[in-house]
């Protein structure tokens, strides 16, 4: 499985931005897409997710400002990202979770969000 995310950037706090996330090659294995973060000096976390069924989970941090969601058809999962903060910079990951394993076995090359407070 191959990740390729677009989106990111730098943004004014208060503002939004959208990332997307494109999955190829054996995408009948993903169970579930989501997006990761690391800051500097944190460890990486999960922001957000959504099963193959449409379930989502959000880390307290961001529930109510984003919102995830995909497209199965074409395996596709985008994070509109609404009133954000300087606490949301970080490197922004695509991953995808295998069916066998159910853990997040695929991951994108990150792509940089910068919040200017």
């Known amino acids: 499985v191959q990740l390729m995310e677009s989106g990111g950037g730098l943004v004014q706090a208060g503002g939004s931005l959208r990332l997307s996330c494109a999955a190829s090659g054996d995408t009948i294995s993903i169970s579930a897409m989501g997006w990761y973060r690391q800051a500097p000096g944190k460890e990486r976390e999960l922001v957000a997710d959504?099963?193959?069924?449409?379930?989502?989970y959000y880390a307290d941090s961001v529930k109510g400002r984003f919102t995830i969601s995909g497209n199965n058809a074409g395996y596709t999962v985008y994070l509109q990202m609404n009133s954000l903060k300087a606490e949301d910079t970080a490197v922004y990951y695509c991953?995808?979770?295998?069916?066998?394993?159910?853990?997040?076995?695929?991951w994108g090359q990150g792509t940089q969000v910068t919040v200017s407070s």
């Open positions: 959504i099963s193959s069924g449409g379930s989502t």
């Open positions: 991953a995808a979770r295998g069916i066998a394993t159910m853990t997040y076995d695929y």
